[in-house]
């Protein structure tokens, strides 16, 4: 039966008696039904395990003092070795042409000075030391800020000037930049001083999640209390 079917009567009475206490999969294939649609139906009513067979070995959870005999059989024992011990550096045939070669640099590798667009943003390749991204590629607006001021001040941030964004090259120059707090930046860019219209919808925005959050924990305090 397609996922997208609809539920019958008497499958939805068979998935409450039956997916408490029983795999997903014997659910699903008792009521006839695929097994995420078995999930996905079960997650909608708020349906939950059992806590005997969350107890039971059936439940697949490692609890202690309990041994399944599933997971007895792949357990490693006092004094087992993995199957790779002693072989570092193994090869299989074949993979030795695709191996990285020392001093080798992915084909992705840029070297110094070179630039890139990121985020909208011009960035420059000062250095290629090991770390993230941030660590090797420095905006090149900050660049030309700290070239003439020097080191940027704690809390602050280097930005372009309203209206005055670009990423050419040439075109990135002390009149265009400015440095300001992170605070001054958050300010500039809220909603409110951005547009009025997109406050209210990013305030209506959040009233809507709300109360949709509100409904979900309803919804599933009523379903706990209908399980116990």
């Not at 006092?78 to 993979?95: A, V």
């Given at each position: 039966?397609?996922?997208?079917?609809?539920?019958t009567?008497?499958?939805?009475?068979?998935?409450?008696?039956l997916?408490?206490?029983?795999?997903?999969?014997?659910v699903?294939?008792?009521?006839?039904?695929?097994?995420?649609?078995?999930?996905?139906?079960?997650?909608?009513?708020?349906?939950?395990?059992?806590?005997?067979?969350?107890?039971s070995?059936?439940?697949?959870?490692?609890?202690?003092?309990?041994?399944?005999?599933?997971?007895?059989a792949?357990?490693?024992?006092?004094g087992?070795?993995?199957?790779?011990?002693?072989?570092?550096?193994?090869?299989?045939?074949?993979?030795?042409?695709?191996?990285?070669?020392?001093?080798?640099k992915?084909?992705?590798?840029?070297?110094?000075?070179?630039?890139?667009?990121?985020?909208?943003?011009?960035?420059?390749?000062?250095?290629d030391?090991?770390?993230?991204?941030?660590?090797?590629?420095h905006?090149?607006?900050?660049?030309?800020?700290?070239?003439?001021?020097?080191?940027?001040?704690?809390?602050?941030?280097?930005?372009?000037?309203p209206?005055?964004?670009?990423?050419q090259?040439?075109?990135?120059?002390?009149?265009?930049?400015?440095?300001?707090?992170?605070?001054?930046?958050?300010?500039?860019n809220?909603?409110?001083?951005?547009?009025?219209?997109?406050?209210?919808?990013?305030?209506?925005?959040?009233?809507?999640?709300?109360?949709?959050?509100?409904?979900?924990?309803?919804?599933?305090?009523?379903?706990q209390?209908?399980?116990?």
């Amino acid at each position: 039966m397609s996922r997208r079917a609809p539920w019958t009567p008497q499958q939805l009475r068979l998935l409450r008696e039956l997916y408490p206490d029983l795999l997903g999969e014997t659910v699903a294939r008792e009521i006839g039904r695929p097994l995420e649609s078995v999930y996905a139906k079960a997650a909608e009513l708020g349906l939950r395990k059992s806590e005997a067979f969350l107890a039971s070995d059936r439940a697949g959870r490692i609890q202690r003092g309990k041994h399944s005999p599933a997971m007895v059989a792949t357990q490693f024992r006092r004094g087992d070795s993995p199957w790779n011990k002693g072989l570092k550096g193994l090869c299989y045939e074949g993979s030795k042409a695709t191996q990285f070669q020392q001093g080798q640099k992915p084909h992705t590798w840029m070297p110094i000075g070179s630039h890139r667009i990121a985020m909208g943003n011009l960035e420059r390749k000062v250095n290629d030391l090991p770390g993230g991204n941030h660590v090797r590629w420095h905006p090149v607006h900050r660049l030309v800020w700290e070239a003439a001021h020097g080191p940027v001040p704690a809390g602050h941030i280097v930005v372009f000037r309203p209206g005055m964004h670009t990423a050419q090259l040439e075109a990135i120059t002390l009149d265009r930049i400015e440095c300001i707090t992170r605070a001054e930046n958050a300010a500039r860019n809220h909603p409110r001083n951005r547009s009025p219209e997109l406050a209210k919808l990013v305030q209506l925005k959040g009233a809507i999640t709300r109360q949709v959050n509100r409904i979900n924990r309803e919804a599933d305090q009523v379903s706990q209390g209908a399980s116990t």
